[in-house]
């Protein structure tokens, strides 16, 4: 469904991703893992249209998305939630579930997504017309979500999702993953978290300085013993 291939992202010279190629099939949920710094943003973006690559292709069912804005990309369903959320602060919960869909769906499409994100997270149901400045990081995280998810994307790309937020409202939020994967969207999370990650994975891809140094089933990568070394402590 999707394929990065080759994948090179510098910034000013300096390389964040180099030649980095991960696939995602449909019906999965695939995970990048990496720790601070290994450039798993920076590859998420390149495959959104927020950062142009230096080199290689991204091919959604196909079709080219190197050059494609990010608004298009999102109109041929594929949704994105940022590292910082990027929600608008001052406004309701509400209105910001309504601006998700405006930009992309006709009104009778608004509707059922609404329902679908309020199943998912019935904590937004009940703070509708709370700011979204006011929320907690879990609650604000679970908005973003909802918001890309009020696009109806059949591609869901999430960038550390479990940042800045309590446990308890990780597991919630992972749980919220599954289920989303079980209503037949496919997956892309890009995690630091890699027990959570894998936990809830198909496959994964281990990021080590800007390269794919891993890849396979997420229970390959758990058992791996320098995985097992480097990023579970064990
Ligand atoms: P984190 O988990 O900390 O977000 P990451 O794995 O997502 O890290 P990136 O954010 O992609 O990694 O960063 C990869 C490298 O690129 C880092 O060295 C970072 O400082 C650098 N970088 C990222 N964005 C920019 C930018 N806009 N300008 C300059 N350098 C950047």
Redesign the pocket.
């Known amino acids: 469904m999707l394929e990065a291939k080759d994948i090179t992202v510098t910034?000013?010279g300096?390389i964040?991703v180099s030649g980095a190629s991960i696939e995602v099939n449909k019906g999965e949920i695939v995970c990048v893992a990496?720790a601070?710094?290994?450039?798993?943003?920076?590859l998420l973006k390149a495959m959104v249209g927020m950062e142009k690559p230096k080199s290689g292709s991204v091919k959604f069912d196909g079709e080219e998305l190197v050059g494609v804005p990010p608004h298009l990309i999102t109109a041929k369903g594929l949704a994105y939630v940022p590292?910082n959320r990027r929600l608008f602060p001052r406004l309701s919960v509400r209105d910001n579930l309504r601006l998700g869909s405006y930009m992309y769906r006709a009104q009778d499409d608004r509707e059922a997504p609404l329902e679908m994100v309020f199943r998912l997270f019935p904590r937004l149901g009940e703070r509708l017309d709370q700011r979204a400045n006011t929320l907690s990081g879990g609650e604000q995280q679970m908005l973003a979500i909802g918001r890309a998810l009020m696009t109806r994307p059949r591609l869901l790309m999430l960038d550390?999702p479990s940042q800045g937020i309590m446990p308890k409202l990780v597991d919630e939020i992972f749980q919220a993953v599954t289920t989303i994967r079980d209503t037949g969207m496919t997956i892309l999370i890009v995690e630091?978290r890699l027990t959570e990650c894998l936990e809830i994975s198909d496959r994964a891809y281990v990021l080590q300085t800007g390269r794919v140094t891993m890849s396979g089933p997420a229970d390959e990568i758990r058992a791996n013993p320098d995985v097992r070394r480097a990023y579970l402590g064990l």
Do not use: C, F, V
């Open positions: 910034y000013a300096l964040a990496g601070n710094g290994a450039g798993k943003s920076s590292e550390e630091q």
